[in-house]
T-cell receptor, first 110, second 111 residues
Framework: DQQVKQNSPSLSVQEGRISILNCDYT??????FLWYKKYPAEGPTFLIS?????DKNEDGRFTVFLNKSAKHLSLHIVPSQPGDSAVYFCAAPNAGKSTFGDGTTLTVKP | NAGVTQTPKFRILKIGQSMTLQCAQD?????MYWYRQDPGMGLKLIYYSVGAGITDKGEVPNGYNVSRSTTEDFPLRLELAAPSQTSVYFC??????????FGEGSRLTVL
């Protein structure tokens, strides 16, 4: 039973356009969500988070939206840059542990 | 500013061999974790610890053991290595239950 799902394994966008990465969850107990970014041969690094008391959190070019009724969150990157090319993981902490989605590989073409 | 340090970065094992993946953090974090990442997959939790002397199983603990004798160190022991344990292993630490700080990973191949 995968509690955090990222249904798109890959996404390709043109530089300067918007990238939208999606994540769905099934556990209603999740009340905080994080996005991590991972470059090849490196560990994941924290990117942005959102609490369930909010429906939007913004940090520069990165915005995360949360739709609790749909159990869905999305990460928007505007404008996308070639350096954003990486794997993006959605994660939900619960009871001291974090559950991760399978990741979405974003490719931003110059 | 070391953060989370994992050793070794690469290792090839023969079936049946044993080894220990080392993980150390210098941020005084209470929480520490071991994840594995298989190709095209997300991070699966192997074991975690909420403080020195306390460990607990994650989703995929079979074939592994851990110990946490100090706040800084959280080694992962593989006994009787099997090809199914070929993966990239990530150690992480956290000051609480939110953001994780990851090491660079240890790539293990079992032949």
């Amino acid at each position: 039973d995968q509690q955090v799902k990222q249904n798109s394994p890959s996404l390709s966008v043109q530089e300067g356009r918007i990238s939208i990465l999606n994540c769905d969850y099934t556990n209603s107990m999740f009340d905080y969500f994080l996005w991590y970014k991972k470059y090849p041969a490196e560990g994941p690094t924290f990117l942005i988070s959102i609490s369930s008391i909010k429906d939007k959190n913004e940090d520069g070019r990165f915005t995360v939206f949360l739709n609790k009724s749909a159990k869905h969150l999305s990460l928007h990157i505007v404008p996308s840059q070639p350096g954003d090319s990486a794997v993006y993981f959605c994660a939900a902490p619960n009871a001291g542990k974090s559950t991760f989605g399978d990741g979405t590989t974003l490719t931003v073409k110059p | 500013n070391a953060g989370v340090t994992q050793t070794p970065k690469f290792r090839i094992l023969k079936i049946g061999q044993s080894m220990t993946l080392q993980c150390a953090q210098d941020m005084n974090h209470n929480y520490m974790y071991w994840y594995r990442q298989d190709p095209g997959m997300g991070l699966k939790l192997i074991y975690y610890s909420v403080g020195a002397g306390i460990t607990d199983k994650g989703e995929v603990p079979n074939g592994y053991n851990v110990s946490r004798s100090t706040t800084e160190d959280f080694p992962l022991r593989l006994e009787l290595a099997a090809p199914s344990q070929t993966s990239v292993y990530f150690c992480a630490s956290s000051p609480g239950v939110w953001e994780l700080f990851f090491g660079e990973g240890s790539r293990l191949t079992v032949l």
